[in-house]
């Protein structure tokens, strides 16, 4: 049960049941426990080459590497140099934590899916930005002008948001993005999109324009609905000068931690009983997005586009992710009973042999 792995972790990096292989090269493994249907030297073999040096320009560079099967730990590996309480940058998983944040926002009533977006600068006569919808943003789709490219030689919205003109008030920044697309009906993965959504959710806890204020209201309502209940002791978030959470990349928490948000979602948001996030969230979370069939709100589904990063074809279709740049991965399959976490440093032409590796591994496991 995922309480049980929480309070297990807090204290050992092994769970109560669990055994810890004794064959050769296991002391690289902090976990490597036999899971049903998935033997020892089953997981090492699919394990081990993401590890392997002279096999780094295949897939890269993997820091950590954290398996749950049923809320169980059946094996967690570090590189030298990092371990247990070392924090990894979460990349654009962030999003998906920003998505869960929406979801208990909209399961406490204090949002509306389908009501125009509360950003007053859109909601000015003859605006046509006053129509966009929470889960319009929430899929991508709001039709607003964003170039997200990663290249610091390319100057490009997503960096002008985060290190240029537009690092000190995030948020404000995307919102004064003109309408380009037919909102709605066009996909665009947008760090921007994140940054309007962490904006409503900081209005909506404090009208303070104050940055102090606005970080404390934020900092006391993660602790009160998410990182407290899910046990997320190391995690540390960023702010921007106008003290909204940067809820599109910038997190730092440990493979644990990133691990506990993956069982979160695989359990729909139940605590042992704690229903935390409402379960049709998930639902609606989880369904694909019309303009992408491979997004759902705020997360990645293992469906055929052209605008994909999992591995359809190759996993089962239910399977989902929060995914960040340079090969972050929180995959999560409802139906293997299944976490995956990976964090390391991958360049983009080496992406495809990663998503392989991690296709392979999650294949280990049975339905």
Not at 26 to 53: C, H, K, M, N, T
Not at 90 to 106: E, F
Not at 131 to 156: D, F, K, S
Not at 189 to 202: H, K, V
Request: include cysteine; hydrophobic fraction near 45%.
């Amino acid at each position: 049960m995922l309480c049980r792995w929480l309070a297990v972790c807090a204290g050992t990096a092994l769970l109560a049941g669990a055994s810890v292989s004794q064959q050769p090269g296991a002391s690289r493994y902090a976990v490597l426990a036999e899971s049903p249907g998935v033997s020892v030297q089953a997981l090492r073999e699919a394990i081990d080459p993401l590890f392997d040096a002279e096999a780094e320009s295949a897939t890269g560079e993997t820091r950590a590497l954290l398996i749950l099967r049923h809320g169980e730990v059946v094996a967690e590996r570090y590189a030298p140099g990092y371990g247990p309480q070392s924090r990894f940058l979460s990349w654009s998983i962030a999003k998906t934590v920003t998505g869960l944040l929406a979801g208990i926002m909209v399961s406490d009533g204090r949002l509306a899916l389908d009501d125009p977006a509360p950003v007053p600068a859109w909601h000015q006569p003859g605006d046509p930005r006053g129509a966009i919808t929470l889960r319009e943003l929430l899929q991508m789709r709001a039709g607003l002008r964003n170039e997200e490219q990663w290249q610091p030689a390319v100057q490009t919205d997503a960096l002008d948001m985060l290190v240029g003109d537009g690092a000190r008030d995030q948020a404000a920044f995307a919102i004064g993005k003109p309408l380009v697309y037919p909102r709605g009906q066009r996909f665009a993965y947008s760090s921007a999109t994140s940054m309007i959504l962490a904006g409503i959710m900081t209005d909506l806890l404090t009208p303070s324009r104050d940055p102090q204020v606005r970080r404390d209201a934020m900092a006391r309502f993660l602790a009160a609905r998410f990182t407290g209940p899910l046990g997320l002791t190391s995690f540390v978030p960023e702010y921007d000068e106008s003290g909204t959470l940067l809820g599109a990349v910038m997190m730092h928490m440990t493979a644990r931690d990133y691990a506990r948000i993956g069982e979160f979602i695989r359990r729909r948001g139940n605590l042992d009983g704690r229903q935390i996030v409402s379960d049709k969230w998930f639902d609606l979370m989880t369904a694909p997005s019309p303009a992408n069939p491979a997004y759902g709100m705020h997360i990645w589904l293992n469906r055929a586009s052209d605008q994909t990063v999992l591995f359809p074809g190759e996993a089962l279709p239910t399977l989902m992710a929060a995914v960040g740049h340079r090969g972050q991965y929180v995959l999560i399959s409802p139906e293997q009973g299944l976490v995956v976490v990976r964090l390391g440093v991958t360049r983009n032409e080496d992406m495809g042999a990663l998503r392989s590796a991690m296709a392979r591994l999650v294949r280990r496991f049975p339905s």
